[in-house]
């Protein structure tokens, strides 16, 4: 890192036509990235759904259902019904069948208005967006009035949240980069110091796209991964640039050259980027590796992508701008220069003289919103995150209407060869579909099929929908069905879409608690190391976990119930919420990182921990806060897109940027570090030598090994 920074300074012309090469090839990559993205993936490695997948592709092939309801006339819905069906056989490989009508309602004239017909199309995702569209295309040049077409299905689904997320970043990055310009001025008064920050923003979304698509081409990277990487691109790429800027200048003012200035704001703040960014990459894969399937895989790449290039820009790129920039920065500067010792210094010693009621009041504040978030309403994908203005979901709700939602997300029974491989017996599957019409939470079954190897296949429509209590019920009767069927049923499992929406909602829900407590492990030992203390990383995680607890209650409040302020399904996708409570564990380190590397470097110098808080606090005060008002509006307008799936964690992310800028970094971080003395740094000796010695801010950091020995009031 330093020899990048100090080739950087020595040689700025080559290092930025370095940087804006990597940059534009990979924004170029990037541009392709809509066109490789893969559909998402709610199949659950190793769980019972999956298991019952595997068998039914199998028997029965890779497929995606597409339903497709038709309403009009009888007779005019008849006969359009064949046209539609033989139009979809024609097509390769697909294969549409119309659902026998005794298992569709009439209307209340006893005339049969509506019928179905489910298209088959060859695809390896319940989510392929692709499929549904290559059945639409049919529908559109086929089916004409007085018939009313509606293409439904997790197919169609998929596919709208693909395209309105692709949507939504490019939407939200129109709103945010307006807010971010206006930040930027307000905290340096400069546009030529605020232009570095902002071009650095936009150049590491661009050059993240193409990360992702490098990926993307070897991987299912799902459309989760735009909209993050627009959001972290944007709001990591203008604070690491921030950061150096503002340092640029604190040395400038100093007294030091323009070279000596860059070299040591690229060598201290670099750093502090580097461990930042390091630690959103830690967090990014331990999530990943904490999470089934695809989704998170995504969520992962694009921050990580969106971090490396951020980090790469930064180190490489800022310190040559400063270097060519010189004094030059604070040209056209609107008012005069911020004087240190003045409102954030006193702000510091007031929360230092009373330390216990500061804590205390932040605390209630914060503790308030505890109750909400362990009251936190979670649930799978659902047609409802879509804009209400959606095909999609038009078409969805208006299926659901005319015949059930549970058509929408079947389940699949499917009855395959024993141990011994003796086939399953048509009369004990007969017997078991039966039953199966029998119970009130069904609307109809269909089947049986036989697929290859002997497989049988039961169709079973429940009669709500997937994320319904009633379809949970349903689907624990089902397999406990399954585990009680006679052994002349050969071996049931218990699959299809409904089945892989409940279990990736089980699976999930079960895992967060693990991943809670594997983030604050990764983030503990992480700045163990760093800051060479054992208390203040300590510090550091119970108040991120108090902010992440925080910021979920917000979410909690709304975005769950009948009419969530957010809107939605009133509940809290639990995907979004997966993904989202680890990137929130990753940012909120971000600002305790930068504070807390001042605070050690002030505290090595001087040996006094009042004069750390408050040199530190006042050294990063205005930039912390402008980092975090640029982070917050980036989010905010996130959190102004129509997509529920976006929505949700930009509303959690703006959540823990104010709550961690303000009540914790302002309030509960120095008062605890106050309340804890010169315990704060300590390290034993026995742990200090077997650390590596790394420096953030400083050159070097003193040793503190020895116990905490008493001290005056004033020495602290």
């Given at each position: ?366 503790l308030a919103l505890a109750p909400a978030a362990l009251g936190l309403d979670t649930g799978p ?65 269909l089947g049986p099929e036989r697929g290859r190897d002997g497989v049988l296949a039961l169709t ?257």
């Amino acid at each position: 890192m330093i020899r990048v920074t100090a080739w950087s300074v020595r040689r700025p012309w080559r290092a930025l036509a370095v940087w804006a090469l990597v940059t534009v090839s990979l924004a170029a990559l990037g541009s392709q990235l809509p066109g490789h993205l893969a559909s998402t993936s709610i199949e659950v490695p190793g769980s019972s759904s999956a298991r019952a997948g595997e068998v039914d592709r199998r028997a029965f092939g890779a497929r995606s259902e597409v339903p497709v309801l038709l309403t009009g006339p009888p007779a005019q819905v008849a006969k359009q019904r064949l046209a539609l069906t033989a139009a979809l056989d024609a097509l390769p490989v697909v294969r549409a069948s119309a659902v026998p009508g005794r298992h569709l309602p009439r209307s209340g004239d006893g005339a049969r208005r509506s019928q179905l017909v489910v298209a088959r199309v060859p695809s390896v995702q319940s989510f392929d967006g692709e499929a549904a569209e290559r059945v639409r295309r049919v529908v559109d040049r086929t089916v004409t009035p007085p018939v009313v077409a509606s293409v439904t299905g997790f197919s169609a689904i998929g596919g709208a949240v693909s395209e309105e997320s692709v949507a939504a970043a490019h939407d939200a990055e129109l709103i945010a980069i307006p807010i971010l310009l206006i930040v930027l001025l307000l905290v340096f008064r400069s546009p030529v110091a605020a232009g570095i920050p902002a071009l650095l923003g936009l150049a590491t979304v661009a050059s993240a796209y193409g990360l992702v698509d490098l990926v993307a081409r070897s991987r299912d990277i799902t459309d989760v991964a735009t909209p993050l990487t627009s959001m972290l691109g944007l709001a990591l790429g203008v604070d690491y640039a921030l950061l150096m800027v503002s340092r640029f200048r604190e040395f400038l003012a100093d007294g030091l050259s323009v070279t000596d200035a860059a070299l040591s704001s690229g060598q201290s703040s670099g750093r502090t980027v580097v461990f930042a960014g390091a630690t959103l990459l830690l967090t990014m894969i331990t999530a990943m590796l904490l999470s089934p399937g695809s989704f998170l895989l995504s969520a992962a790449v694009g921050v990580s992508a969106a971090g490396i290039m951020g980090m790469y820009g930064a180190l490489l790129a800022v310190p040559a701008m400063l270097v060519l920039l010189g004094t030059n920065i604070d040209r056209l500067r609107i008012g005069g220069p911020s004087r240190s010792g003045g409102g954030w210094a006193r702000y510091a010693d007031a929360v230092q003289r009373r330390p216990i009621p500061a804590t205390a009041a932040a605390l209630v504040v914060l503790l308030a919103l505890a109750p909400a978030a362990l009251g936190l309403d979670t649930g799978p994908p659902d047609v409802r995150t879509l804009p209400s203005d959606t095909r999609a979901r038009l078409d969805t709700e208006t299926t659901a209407r005319a015949i059930g939602p549970g058509w929408i997300a079947p389940a699949r029974i499917l009855a395959a060869p024993g141990p011994q491989g003796r086939p399953p017996s048509p009369p004990a599957v007969d017997q078991l579909r039966q039953e199966l019409r029998s119970d009130p939470a069904v609307q109809a079954v269909l089947g049986p099929e036989r697929g290859r190897d002997g497989v049988l296949a039961l169709t079973v429509i429940p009669k709500r929908a997937a994320n319904d209590p009633e379809t949970d019920a349903l689907l624990r009767t089902l397999r406990a069905r399954a585990r009680e069927a006679p052994a002349e049923a050969g071996q049931v499992s218990v699959g299809g879409v409904a089945a892989q929406l409940a279990d990736y909602r089980r699976v999930l829900s079960a895992r967060l608690p693990v991943l809670i407590a594997a983030l604050s492990v990764v983030a503990l030992l992480a700045l163990i190391v760093v800051l060479r203390a054992l208390v203040v990383p300590l510090i550091s995680i119970v108040l991120n976990l108090i902010t992440v607890t925080a910021s979920l209650g917000v979410l909690a409040l709304v975005s769950t119930g009948e009419d969530p302020l957010l809107g939605g399904a009133g509940f809290a996708d639990i995907l979004a919420l997966f993904g989202m409570f680890a990137i929130v564990f990753a940012l909120s380190l971000d600002y305790q990182v930068f504070i807390l590397a001042r605070m050690r470097e002030s505290f090595d110098h001087t040996g006094r921990l009042d004069l750390a808080i408050t040199q530190s606090i006042d050294a990063t005060g205005r930039v912390i806060t402008g980092a975090a008002a640029i982070m917050g509006g980036v989010f905010l307008a996130f959190m102004a897109t129509k997509l529920q799936t976006v929505r949700q964690p930009g509303a959690g992310l703006v959540t823990a940027v104010v709550i961690d800028a303000t009540l914790v970094r302002l309030v509960l971080l120095p008062a605890t570090m106050r309340l804890a003395g010169r315990w704060c740094f300590w390290l034993p000796a026995w742990l200090d030598r077997r650390l590596p010695r790394l420096a953030l801010e400083g050159p070097s950091q003193p040793t503190i090994c020895t116990p905490p020995a008493p001290a005056t009031a004033r020495q602290l």
